[in-house]
């Protein structure tokens, strides 16, 4: 049976309580956490490098799902993999190949993620889904978490479940909230990323599970 994930966006956290807020998520029932890595030139912010994902694989038993939101994944893939990240996940619209990157990520023992902004088509993975272990549309631009989710991803993820199958794992990330997790789920989506939603509640367990149910029954038509 195809798993519903919740994976918190730690670009959302208190970082001044930074171990705090991930052993909440955690306790509140999070299985993975989402580490969002910016460079300041593929996207115009700059947030954590390998020495926090370091960190982070010291303080959580959580699965770190580490996206590169960078010009050079290739370059900086093994640091993040030697950090202790348990999936590299990495732009399409890289400038580089990514089929040489999808081949270092898993040469390092790392599951491989694909990622698709707004305004690139499905089709641009399309030859390399057999591949990867995850694809994720973004329903934002990338950049800055609490961002208004763009409905009109979710075609992309109807698409993209159509081309994968059941089993595969299709990743949402960008405004995701109690109120669009069961759109997204609908549309095939089963691994939902929540930053504000998650970070921003005052009720961690509370938000988790609400996003929890709502994935579940959105999800019922197409499960296995």
Known sequence: MTEMI?????LSCDFSRIGAEIKEVQEAGAQWLHLDVMDGHFVPNITIGPP???ALRQATTLFLDTHLMIEEPLKYAKPFAEAGSDLINFH???SGSPQEVINEIRRLGCKVGITIK???PVKSVEKFLDNVDMVLIMSVEPGFGGQKFMPAMLDKVRELR????SEAWIQIDGGITSDNV???ARAGANIFVAGTAVFGSGDRTGAVAALKKGAAKGAADWIS
């Open 6 to 10: 919740i994976a918190p966006s730690l």
């Open 52 to 54: 926090v994902v370091k």
């Open 92 to 94: 399409v619209e890289i």
């Open 118 to 120: 707004p305004g690139t």
């Open 162 to 165: 159509k081309m994968m199958g």
């Open 182 to 184: 069961e759109d997204a």
